[in-house]
């Protein structure tokens, strides 16, 4: 399975993953997707996560998360022992989403909601300190205008990594990525 997790105001309607949902339908793995609307409080989007995994073998799970899904995929991962794909991650959301406490509007469902304290602590009590870099895949970009790559790069040292110079946080070399995405998860095309 392949548990897509969408970022910040984000939705599975986001370019991203549409791009990887037909990218695997044209492959017949279609099957293997799943990109849930996450909720927007941090301990809501885990467990709905969570119970998207319940009776998976974490060996044949890849969860992909683009910026805060891959914090949150970074928590599942290591809870999970199963492998991921962070794209763009936000490391700190509890740090990096402060200036934007307040109310918010998802970008492709229009939903309207108040960002609060709570959320910031929710994402401070789901940090992990230390990684087993083995697990991970990072694609990232230079460019990103919203979060500081060289943060994720420290975090995840030693892990795979492909650093492309410029782009922007939407990852504009996304399809170039997904041959090697599938081969990380194992799957074959």
């Known amino acids: 399975m392949i548990l897509y997790l969408h970022g910040f105001n984000s939705a599975?309607?986001?370019?991203?993953?549409r791009t990887m949902e037909k990218y695997l339908e044209e492959r017949g793995l279609e099957r293997l997707f799943n990109c849930p609307p996450l909720p927007d409080r941090p301990g809501e989007a885990i467990a709905l996560a969570e119970s998207l995994l319940e009776g998976h073998d974490p060996d044949e799970v890849t969860i992909v998360g683009s910026s805060l899904g891959g914090f949150y995929a970074t928590w599942l991962a290591e809870k999970h022992a199963c492998r991921a794909i962070l794209i763009q991650p936000a490391v700190f959301p509890h740090a990096g989403l402060e200036p934007y406490l307040g109310k918010q509007k998802n970008l492709y469902t229009g939903v309207e909601y108040e960002l609060t304290k709570a959320h910031l602590e929710?994402?401070?009590s789901l940090c992990v300190d230390k990684v087993d870099s083995e697990r991970y895949l990072l694609l990232l970009e230079t460019g990103d205008e919203v979060l500081d790559y060289r943060e994720a790069v420290q975090k995840y040292e030693g892990a795979r990594m492909v650093i492309r110079q410029?782009?922007?946080?939407?990852?504009?070399?996304?399809?170039?990525?997904l041959p090697r995405m599938l081969e990380f998860a194992r799957l074959t095309s």
């Not at 410029?166 to 990525?177: K, R, V």
Request: aromatic content about 10%; proline content about 5%.
């Open 12 to 17: 599975p309607a986001s370019r991203k993953a």
């Open 122 to 124: 929710g994402w401070r």
């Open 166 to 177: 410029g782009g922007d946080h939407m990852l504009q070399s996304f399809a170039e990525h």
